[in-house]
Nanobody, 123 residues
């Protein structure tokens, strides 16, 4: 059983930075961050392999967001720089237990989810 708890959401001005944290418990193979804006589906933003440095980024965030992990603290981070208003969404931490990360993360591939944290970027 995996439990995930996000923190760090809030409101920022466009161009600002924000870091999200996800405290995880339980064994997992792949960790990911997804986001969902009102009226849209859940988008895979970034993933990181639990056993190595392999990462994936959606085109919409590549070069601005960085996913990282601290295995000693069982925590995964999403550093978000150069924020844009279109980054406004609820951000979710997610975990895969039986399979490794791939380059096209889908909501259906992740069995465990955090409660979500709201991020709002104002222009």
């Amino acid at each position: 059983q995996v439990q995930l708890v996000e923190s760090g959401g809030g409101s920022v001005q466009a161009g600002g930075s924000l870091r999200l944290s996800c405290a995880a418990s339980g064994r997992r193979r792949c960790m990911g961050w997804f986001r969902q804006a009102p009226g849209t589906g859940r988008e895979g933003v970034a993933t990181i392999s639990a056993t190595g440095p392999s990462t994936y980024y959606a085109d919409s965030v590549r070069g601005r967001f960085t996913i990282s992990q601290d295995n000693a603290k069982n925590t995964v981070y999403l550093q978000m720089n150069s924020r844009k208003p279109e980054d406004t969404a609820i951000y979710y931490c997610a975990a895969r237990v039986y399979t490794d990360c791939n380059d096209a993360p889908r909501q259906a591939d992740f069995a465990y989810w955090g409660q979500g944290t709201q991020v709002t970027v104002s222009s």
